[in-house]
């Protein structure tokens, strides 16, 4: 027997883990500086390790009231209806949640070029089409209404993402609501802010909730996660923050239990731990500007928790420092052949990184 025809499908390419490179390289994982996929490089909150531990006795139960815990404790740090919160395995857990209340078979999503490649992913699963619209290099990468409107044609959902992975810029709330002003009735502009709490932009949750000035609308959904700023990225935990009136629909789509119980008892602890949260933004600006101050290459803007870098041979840079004990993101596969991106480090790690690549670039 077969599968169906899978050719479209995409095959998801992470970072190479730690453990991986050091075996191929014959070195301790732990002398190895892993800035290859944006995640917390201080580790989870302690209350979250706390809260793990406690919760390996409860794992017999399934999450119910841990699932719940959790969406009021979101849902009130938004002021928003638990409803409207749409908890799931990841942001790509929620991004799946989407593509299965909107998409009908064939319908189509518009998304960033480069970009993050789960949203055509999804689509695929779920038997929609994938067109982009394309960043371009020359205008720094910006993400402005126009661009998205000249390449959308009807689509069913539009992605924006904001900050931008791998890019670092971020999109404008008026440019969020010209976007969504200028799509159909029944498309959904979804904000993707997986990296919102490094930016300094206001999340488009006050779209959806028409707060502090702007119209509230019901076109407009906000993509987050615990992966990031809140360091649970092994325990993949996120969520949509979606309009009032069609939030009902979670029930209908939701798998059963989607997020677990240790993930959604260490999410509760990490909420609570804003100061974990706080270290963590402030140490990425602090290497944001060190990486464009210190990195012998030309480096571009960037709001999130990482920096892209053109270095000409992107790959053979990476696999360089790599050798080196140094993992960077060749962004070959993200369509851009001359860059790296290199995640906030602790102090320490981005120091190497750069003394490690800036011996690389000169070789
Ligand atoms: C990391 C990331 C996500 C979500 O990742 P999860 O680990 O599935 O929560 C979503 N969008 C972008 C752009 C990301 O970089």
């Known amino acids: 027997m077969q599968t169906r025809d899978l050719s479209a499908h ?22 190895l500086v892993k800035l290859s996929s944006n995640e917390n490089p201080h580790g989870p909150s302690p209350k979250a390790i706390e809260a793990i531990r406690e919760a390996a006795s409860e794992v017999h139960v399934y999450p119910k009231s841990a699932h719940t815990d959790l969406v009021a404790a979101i849902a009130a740090e938004w002021e928003l209806d638990p409803a409207q919160t749409w908890l799931a395995n990841g942001g790509d857990g929620a991004l799946d949640y989407l593509s299965r209340a909107l998409l009908d078979p064939g319908d ?8 993050f490649a789960y949203y055509g992913m999804s689509a695929r699963y779920h038997h929609g089409k994938v067109g982009t619209y394309s960043l371009r290099a020359e205008d720094g990468f910006a993400q402005d209404a126009d661009r998205v409107l000249d390449a959308y044609d009807g689509e069913r959902i539009v992605y924006l993402t904001s900050p931008h992975n791998p890019t670092g810029t971020v999109v404008d709330l008026a440019d969020v609501e010209r976007i969504a002003d200028g799509t159909d009735g029944d498309t959904l502009v979804v904000v993707d802010e997986a990296y919102g709490e490094f930016a300094e ?12 000035g702007w119209d509230a609308r019901e076109d407009v959904a906000v993509l987050r996660t615990f992966s990031k700023a809140h360091g649970l990225a092994g325990l993949r935990l996120g969520y949509a923050i979606v309009p009032e009136p069609w939030a009902d629909a979670y ?20 909420l609570d731990d804003r100061d974990h949260v706080e270290r963590t933004v402030e140490s990425a600006v602090w290497a944001r500007e060190y990486l464009d101050s210190e990195l012998d290459a030309r ?9 892209l870098a053109d270095v000409g041979d992107a790959t053979a840079v990476a696999e360089a420092t790599q050798r080196r004990g140094v993992i960077v993101r060749d962004c070959t596969s993200f369509g851009l052949p001359d860059c790296i991106r290199l995640s906030c480090g602790t102090r320490e790690e981005t120091e190497r990184a750069v003394e490690v690549l800036n011996e690389v670039l000169v070789g």
Do not use: K, M, Q, W
């Not at 995409?10 to 002398?31: C, F, K, T």
């Open 10 to 31: 995409a095959v998801y390419r992470a970072g190479e883990g730690a453990e991986e490179v050091a075996r191929e390289l014959g070195l301790d994982p732990d002398d």
């Open 108 to 115: 189509r999503v518009l998304v960033p070029e480069p970009g």
């Open 201 to 212: 932009t206001p999340s488009a949750v006050r779209l959806i909730e028409g707060r502090d």
């Open 251 to 270: 029930a209908r789509v939701n798998t059963p239990f989607a997020a677990n119980t240790v993930a959604c008892r260490a999410g509760l602890a990490a």
């Open 299 to 307: 480096t571009h803007e960037s709001s999130g928790n990482f920096v």
